[in-house]
Structure formats: C-alpha cells, structure tokens
C-alpha cells in the first residue's frame, strides 16, 4: 500500500440534538445496573441543553413507557441507584411529578474510572488469574442442612472442589472403575435428563467421581419463574446423578440421605430452589450474572447432597 493511500471508512449516522448520552463514568460503573443506565439515558434525553440546568421533571409513568415497563414503580428502584452514585439528585414535588436533575459528571472524590484509558488501564493491570469476590445466596426458608449456600460468579462447578469430592467418594471397592449414565446421556445443556436412568449392577460406591457440568446461565434467560425452577431443579437431579447418587423425582419412591422413604411429590431440592429464586425480583432474573450465581448455588448443594448420600450409605453399611 501507499504511503498516500487511505482506507475508506464509512461514517456512522449523526444528527445534532437528536440523542441521548450516557457519560463515560456512568457505563464503567459496576455498581449501576443497565437497566438504571438506561433510565438515565431517557431522563438525560428531556434536559434542555439551553437551559443548562439539567432539571427535567417527565412523569415516570412515560419514562417507563419509553423503557418498556409496564408499571411506573419498576423504575424506583433504578432511581435510587442512580440518586445513589450521584448521576441524578430527585426533588419530590407533591401533587407533581418529581424534578430531577441530571449529572454529567461524578460527585467529587468519584474513585472508579472515568475514561477508556483508566479503564483498559486498570483492566490490564490486573492478574489474570484474579478470582472475583465470592457472593452469598442466603434462603430464610432453607430446611436443608445447609441453610447457606455459598456461590462465586464463576458459572462452572470448581475442579478443585470435584477432585476434593472424588477423594472422599473413592474406596477400595473402586479400582474397577464402574460407571452409570443417564439414558438420555450426561449432558445437561438445555436438555432434561430422564428420571430412569440406566443403572450399573454394581454398588453404588463403584461410580466414577463427579464432572464439571456444560450447562450455561444463558439457557435460562427468559424463563417463568415456575420453568426456571423446573429447570433448576433438574439440574439439581442431573448433578447428584454425575456425582454418584440417585433421586427418582418421577417415580414414586426413593430415599433420603437418612434412609427415610420419600414420596412422589416430594424432592428434596425443589423446594428450596424455588424458596431460592423468590428471593430475586424479576429483573434480577432476566440477568446472566444472577442466573449464573444460582446455577453455581445448585450444583454446589448438589455436590453436598450427594456426598452426604455416599457417607450415610457407608454408616448404614
């Protein structure tokens, strides 16, 4: 190529005073969801710019219009996140809609990045083997034997734990290397495993140790709450079954860790998935982030499950 030579680049679409901004700081910040950002984009689309003042007082019922929303208090809370971090201040006016007064810029001490560069810089400086902060699922209603379960962002069950596991459930009686598979075969990605699953003439301490389970947190968008626990719930069951334990959630029978005999409307996880999930708000749920955390919280109950099902056999034996 030429020194005198340039690539043609199409220029994007553009027209003065016809859009709505973001600024740079407000989308790098963790702490505010999309759904504030965008709310902020819409209010950010009211200011008068000859004015200069900022202050725009739009009823809310038309910002959730405009957003989607059905009803305007899904937006109350993304107000409060964004009057939080200093993007907004809100003055109640009663009788009227409220005034709000939009930010450009963050309050003064603003920590986080407020360009590109601080944030690829930081980014860059970074480990990458850096693990984030662990995050903690608490169910008031758990009547399992773990009323916390602990989860990470990390949406894949940790091989260390798996090989931990595996440690305990290997015995002597496991040199032959027996396995069992479902009939509809391990893989739980968006497919459900079939309760009868093929069984191994062996005992149930011969099976192989656990895997890392494929499924992923986008398979989840968009589902009920009802779907998603369903959902959940059989990857709960595909799980223990990957870890050498057994629950016919469709079939009458079965048992529980203590040797009692379980009933056909009875699972011993359900309930508590569901106790789980309605902790959650609905906008929560529609986030891969949340679904992920969820998805870690039941295949690590799982594990747990199966390993207590492995040592009350050996106790009963």
């Known amino acids: 190529m030429k020194n005198d030579e340039?690539?043609?680049?199409?220029?994007?679409?553009?027209?003065?005073?016809?859009?709505?901004?973001?600024?740079?700081?407000?989308?790098?910040?963790?702490?505010?969801?999309?759904?504030?950002?965008?709310?902020?984009?819409?209010?950010?689309?009211?200011?008068?710019?000859?004015?200069?003042?900022?202050?725009?007082?739009?009823?809310?019922?038309?910002?959730?219009?405009?957003?989607?929303?059905?009803?305007?208090?899904?937006?109350?809370?993304?107000?409060?996140?964004?009057?939080?971090?200093?993007?907004?201040?809100?003055?109640?006016?009663?009788?009227?809609?409220?005034?709000?007064?939009?930010?450009?810029?963050?309050?003064?001490?603003?920590?986080g990045p407020q360009t590109l560069t601080d944030f690829y810089a930081a980014r860059n400086a970074a480990t990458e083997d850096a693990l984030p902060d662990p995050v903690t699922v608490t169910d008031p209603r758990y009547r399992g034997r773990n009323p916390q379960v602990s989860?990470?962002?990390?949406?894949?069950?940790?091989?260390?734990?798996?090989?931990?596991?595996?440690?305990?459930?290997?015995?002597?009686?496991?040199?032959?290397?027996?396995?069992?598979?479902?009939?509809?075969?391990?893989?739980?990605?968006?497919?459900?495993v079939r309760a009868h699953a093929s069984r191994s003439p062996q005992g149930r301490s011969q099976l192989k140790g656990p895997r890392e389970d494929p499924a992923l947190p986008g398979h989840l968008v968009g589902l009920t709450r009802k779907a998603l626990t369903r959902q959940l719930t059989k990857i709960w069951t595909a799980v223990i079954r990957e870890n050498g334990a057994d629950w016919e959630s469709s079939t009458p029978g079965g048992f529980d860790v203590d040797g009692a005999v379980r009933h056909r409307d009875r699972h011993p996880a359900g309930g508590r998935i569901k106790a789980t999930i309605?902790?959650?708000?609905?906008?929560?749920?529609?986030?891969?982030?949340v679904l992920a955390q969820l998805l870690t919280a039941v295949r690590e109950d799982a594990v747990k499950w199966a390993r207590q099902c492995h040592e009350g056999w050996q106790n009963a034996a």
């Not at 004015?51 to 929303?69: E, N």
């Not at 596991?165 to 893989?187: F, K, P, Q, W, Y």
């Not at 309605?278 to 982030?289: A, G, I, M, N, V």
């Open 6 to 111: 340039r690539t043609e680049i199409r220029a994007g679409r553009t027209e003065p005073a016809k859009f709505a901004k973001v600024p740079i700081w407000l989308v790098l910040n963790p702490d505010v969801t999309p759904q504030a950002k965008a709310l902020y984009g819409a209010l950010h689309a009211h200011v008068n710019v000859k004015r200069g003042d900022g202050a725009v007082w739009p009823a809310l019922t038309t910002i959730a219009q405009m957003l989607g929303y059905r009803h305007r208090q899904s937006l109350t809370r993304y107000v409060k996140e964004l009057d939080a971090v200093g993007a907004i201040d809100v003055e109640e006016v009663p009788g009227r809609s409220s005034i709000y007064v939009v930010h450009e810029t963050p309050v003064d001490g603003y920590a």
């Open 278 to 289: 309605d902790q959650f708000d609905d906008f929560q749920l529609r986030e891969t982030q």
């Open 151 to 192: 989860t990470t962002r990390n949406s894949q069950v940790s091989t260390g734990r798996n090989s931990q596991v595996a440690r305990i459930r290997r015995t002597e009686s496991d040199e032959g290397n027996h396995t069992r598979t479902s009939s509809e075969g391990d893989s739980i990605e968006g497919t459900p």
